[in-house]
């Protein structure tokens, strides 16, 4: 026979949060919130916990795409998934688990400006600083986002005619 869970016991909650860890070159964004939601230090990546009342398709995607355009003012390429882990958060009369997922991701446009109602700082921070000194999360999703998402190597051809040379007419 099965027994009723008692009347006053609460439901166990959850939240998911996301975050992006954005490459550019050989650095990374890191960005020091005024509310904390990562464990490991105040340096953070940007991101946010989803909230019960966004829907639609794409949720994590566009949301996590719109809260770097919100937070930092930039655009990211394709978002790959590169590391989770939960934490325990809340109080411990209230405990809940978060889910946090981490999505590795190339820099493509905008001029990083961190919102101060949001983040006190934002940088560019070089990638071979964060080797040592990290929490295990962030050192796990750097090196997986090395694995699944390489940094372009495109040769940029060498301008012709010098560094101020005109454009020629078949060109726009």
């Known amino acids: 026979m099965t027994q009723a869970a008692p009347q006053n016991a609460e439901a166990l909650t959850y939240q998911v949060g996301v975050f992006a860890l954005v490459r550019q070159h050989d650095t990374v964004l890191l960005v ?14 940007p991101g946010t916990i989803l909230q019960t009342s966004i829907t639609g398709l794409g949720i994590i995607e566009t949301a996590l795409r719109r809260t770097l355009l919100s937070q930092v003012g930039i655009s990211v390429s394709d978002l790959r998934l ?5 934490v325990r958060a809340g109080s411990e009369s209230r405990p809940h688990l978060r889910l946090n997922m981490i999505f590795g991701t190339e820099y493509c446009s ?3 400006n961190p919102q101060p109602s949001d983040l006190k700082t934002a940088h560019w921070i070089a990638l071979n600083k964060l ?10 999703a750097l ?13 940029v ?7 101020f040379s005109r454009r020629r007419s078949s060109e726009k």
């Open 157 to 163: 051809a060498p301008a012709t005619g010098g560094l």
């Open 110 to 112: 905008g001029i990083l």
């Open 131 to 140: 080797k040592n000194n990290v929490p295990d999360w962030l050192r796990l």
């Open 82 to 86: 590169v590391g989770s882990h939960v």
């Open 32 to 45: 020091r919130p005024h509310k904390l939601l990562l464990p490991g230090g105040p340096q953070s990546l």
């Open 143 to 155: 090196q997986e986002l090395e694995t699944v998402a390489a940094p372009s190597t495109a040769a």
